[in-house]
């Protein structure tokens, strides 16, 4: 079993519509939680960062962890052709004095005009 | 967020050349800078773990003396394909650990090694 499950997609919705983007894991320990947005041959760009249970909003975008589901989520309001790209989720957590970090495989997202 | 860049951001070489990616973190000093790789449509994969004024830690399978990290001040990272081959060619991204350990990312050097 992967450490964290991702749907790749692709993901197609209309403009305007509601996005639901999320990610399993498997490990307790993971005590961080990251979404990043990458467009096609750019570097990822950190969209929520969370540590806790429970909901996270930033402008159109949440972020919701359920610690004993093992669950997250992304959701994306009002969603716009230029949200467009994969999503990658990310999990940390303290190893042997460092942090370990996991990413998902991503969901690639199309947003249609 | 932490702002991060690296050069060049596209690089062709002739194969058996070497190349060097430098990764800077513009305004945060990164004890900890890490380095990917990712081919088209697939996830990141991590290469190496650099922290400043020490050996890097690399993953398994990546190869040391092909890739050599060099994280010689908090606000530089810099990797070195030697003797680099089309196989190498890949889209090669840094980052670095936050102060709330997240992880902020380069915009990524794109590499083809003809």
């Known amino acids: 079993q992967k450490e964290v499950e991702q749907d790749p997609g692709p993901l197609s919705v209309p403009e305007g519509a509601i996005v639901s983007l999320n990610c399993t894991y498997s490990?307790?320990?993971?005590?961080?939680f990251m979404w990043y947005r990458q467009y096609s041959r750019k570097g990822p760009e950190l969209l929520m960062y969370?540590?806790?249970?429970g909901n996270k909003e930033d402008g159109r975008f949440t972020a919701q962890v359920d610690k004993s589901s093992k669950y997250i989520s992304l959701f994306i309001r009002d969603s716009q052709p230029s949200d467009s790209a994969t999503y990658l989720c990310?999990?940390?957590?303290?190893?042997?004095?460092?942090?370990?970090?996991?990413f998902g495989t991503g969901t690639r997202l199309k947003v249609l005009a | 967020g932490a702002v991060v860049s690296q050069h060049p951001s596209r690089v062709i070489c002739k194969s058996g050349t070497s190349v060097k990616i430098e990764c800077r973190s513009l305004d945060f000093q990164a004890t900890t800078m890490f380095w990917y790789r990712q081919f088209p449509k697939q996830s990141l994969m991590l290469m190496a773990t650099s922290n400043e004024g020490s050996k890097a830690t690399y993953e398994q399978g990546v190869e040391k003396d092909k890739f050599l990290i060099n994280h010689a001040s908090l606000t530089l990272s810099t990797l070195t394909v030697t003797s680099a081959h089309p196989e190498d060619s890949s889209f090669y991204i840094c980052s670095l650990q936050g102060p709330y350990n997240e992880q902020f990312f380069g915009p990524g050097t794109r590499l083809t090694v003809l």
């Open positions: 990310a999990m940390s957590a303290l190893g042997s004095g460092t942090y370990k970090y996991i």
């Open positions: 490990n307790s320990a993971f005590q961080y």
């Open positions: 969370t540590y806790s249970s």
